[in-house]
């Protein structure tokens, strides 16, 4: 989907590095800001409408015997249909309206395309996601023998991003270590260890705002209503800020998505081993070995309530929708 935005991005670094005796001390910090404009951003949910179309098997829909069932291609084009399949939607026209009240009479479902599904977005997406970084880190390379270095440092960083759950940020070691054994003059082994936290993805905070707060809905619509939005010009409803009239928001055929109230950066664990010789002053053979980690890793989770949303067990059938929700951590 198309996402316009406006981004304006600040950083302010400051290194510095001293030398005492056998020391080297090194530390820093680094400020980034993002400041997008007001009015810049927008994030469209499905703005030109999203029509599934797959098998519809009515025997298994309703639990009447012998009914037609329909391919992928025949629910989406009239023309494919059996004269069968035809003389059974004609008839279905007529009964379409008891068995989902509310559904038009009249309809020529014979000749009109029959999505299993439709979906689109409605609302202001503007929204905007300022955000702030701020990292400090201290270390110190210590040479304690002419030929062992240890480097021994640490990490802090603090994330604040709108909408995000606010930690009190994360610190990070890390350790290394490079050896010169005295009998192999040509040989250097060297290894490390460290955490590293990643920043929050802003970009699910748009989503998160914009769904969470009802500033944008986006419906979906189970068959046979389904039916309805893509049989109009341009097979959709005609944008706009607020839905379409006579189209109800069911939560539970829609998507809703929360942060984990608890939310922790992801880090990774990033283990290094490995080491080089060379021969003659003009070859160098290399061997590492690298472990990476990941460790509360950003992700969805979908949480399906048993909900009904309709009480009619027919209705139940018909719209072939499960309830979901989403949850991130």
Do not use: W
């Not at 409803?237 to 189209?247: A, V």
């Amino acid at each position: 989907m198309p996402q316009p935005r406006d981004q304006r991005f600040y950083q302010i670094v400051d290194n510095v590095s001293l030398s005492r005796g056998r020391h080297q001390f090194k530390f820093g910090g680094d400020l980034f800001i993002t400041a997008p404009p007001e009015g810049k951003s927008a994030l469209p949910f499905v703005p030109g409408g999203l029509a599934v179309f797959g098998p519809l098997n009515f025997t298994a829909l309703t639990g009447i015997p012998n009914l037609p069932s329909f391919t992928g291609l025949e629910t989406f084009d009239p023309g494919s249909r059996s004269p069968v399949q035809q003389a059974f939607l004609l008839q279905l026209a007529t009964l379409l309206p008891r068995l989902a009240p509310g559904f038009p009479a009249n309809q020529p479902l014979d000749k009109l395309s029959l999505p299993s599904g439709y979906t689109q977005g409605f609302g202001d997406p503007n929204v905007v996601v300022p955000a702030k970084f701020f990292a400090f880190f201290a270390q110190d390379d210590v040479r304690i023998k002419p030929n062992l270095l240890i480097k021994a440092g640490v990490r802090y960083d603090l994330n604040r991003s709108r909408f995000v759950p606010n930690n009190n940020g994360n610190f990070a070691p890390r350790l290394a270590f490079s050896f010169n054994p005295i009998k192999l003059p040509n040989l250097r082994i060297r290894g490390s260890y460290g955490l590293f936290y990643a920043v929050p993805v802003t970009g699910v905070a748009v989503s998160v705002n914009l769904l969470s707060s009802g500033r944008v809905k986006v419906p979906v619509i189970p068959f046979p209503f389904s039916i309805l939005p893509f049989a109009l010009p341009g097979h959709k409803f005609p944008d706009s800020f607020t839905l379409p009239t006579g189209t109800s928001f069911v939560p539970q055929f829609s998507q809703i998505t929360r942060y984990e109230p608890n939310l922790r950066n992801s880090y990774t664990q990033q283990i290094n081993f490995g080491g080089t010789y060379v021969l003659k002053n003009q070859i160098a053979f290399s061997l590492d070995y690298d472990f990476v980690r990941g460790i509360k890793l950003f992700s969805t989770r979908n949480i399906n309530p048993v909900v009904r949303p309709v009480s009619s067990t027919t209705q139940s059938l018909l719209n072939g929708f499960s309830c979901f929700y989403n949850f991130s951590y």
